[in-house]
């Protein structure tokens, strides 16, 4: 069975770190992109970060930018997050989630996430 | 980076038919995927593509794409499909994912 099992979430101060993590199982973990997603509480979903299979290819959403690291394991099937300065609007269930391609032509590709891990909470108060 | 847009809240009677739909420039780019949602629980994938549901989906459930709007369809909407629904495309520089704000779907 394909899964994915986030963990690291909790409480932190504001301006505190972080390290979410994501264990991968079921499938070639190495073979695929991997991006991170969060979920502030009663709002919806929100891009934060992708890495690709090799970690040749990082992009980060400007919301998180120069104070998160996005990195992987691939001997240990395993995602990080690095979360640093954090902030109350960081709060969220975050979600990690394998990134699906297919070529359909003319250079083209469809694009999904698939499947998503079950999440993390982190809440950023003092 | 893009947006993509979305009616926040539709609701259908339980067997008709609904659409939801999601527009922004980076769907003139890229095909949405649509994921479902319900409380407490991570989102699930739903439709890819062009119009591809992954395994375990009810083919009630389909997509179509014009221009700078996707839509999702469920054709016979049933109690379990009360959900919220997202899309998702890449940004139009390749560089970013968005998703649209997403749609609450109540089923009367």
């Known amino acids: 069975e394909v899964q994915l099992v986030e963990s690291g979430g909790g409480l932190v101060q504001p301006g505190g770190s972080l390290r979410l993590s994501c264990a991968a199982s079921?499938?070639?973990?190495?073979?695929?992109?991997m991006n991170w997603v969060r979920q502030a509480p009663g709002k919806g979903l929100e891009w934060v970060s992708y890495?690709?299979?090799?970690?040749?290819?990082?992009y980060y959403a400007d919301s998180v930018k120069g104070r998160f690291t996005i990195s992987r394991d691939n001997a240990k099937n395993s995602l990080y997050l690095q979360m640093n300065s954090l902030r109350a609007e960081d709060t969220a269930v975050y979600y990690c989630?394998?990134?699906?391609?297919?070529?359909?032509?003319?250079?083209?590709?469809?694009?999904?996430?698939?499947?998503w891990g079950q999440g993390t909470l982190v809440t950023v108060s003092s | 980076s893009s947006e993509l847009t979305q009616d926040p809240a539709v609701s259908v009677a339980l067997g008709q038919t609904v659409r939801i739909t999601c527009q922004g420039d980076?769907?003139?780019?890229?095909?949405a995927s649509w994921y479902q949602q319900k409380p407490g629980q991570a989102p699930v994938l739903v439709i890819y593509g062009k119009n591809n549901r992954p395994s375990g989906i009810p083919d009630r459930f389909s997509g179509s794409s014009s221009g700078n709007t996707a839509s999702l369809t469920i054709t016979g909407a049933q109690a379990e499909d009360e959900a919220d629904y997202y899309c998702n495309s890449r940004d139009s520089s390749g560089n970013y994912w968005v998703f649209g704000g997403g749609t609450k779907l109540t089923v009367l």
């Open positions: 890495i690709s299979s090799s970690s040749s290819t990082i």
């Open positions: 079921g499938f070639t973990f190495s073979s695929y992109s």
């Open positions: 980076s769907l003139r780019s890229y095909y």
């Open positions: 989630a394998r990134e699906r391609k297919d070529y359909y032509g003319s250079g083209s590709y469809y694009y999904w996430f698939d499947p």
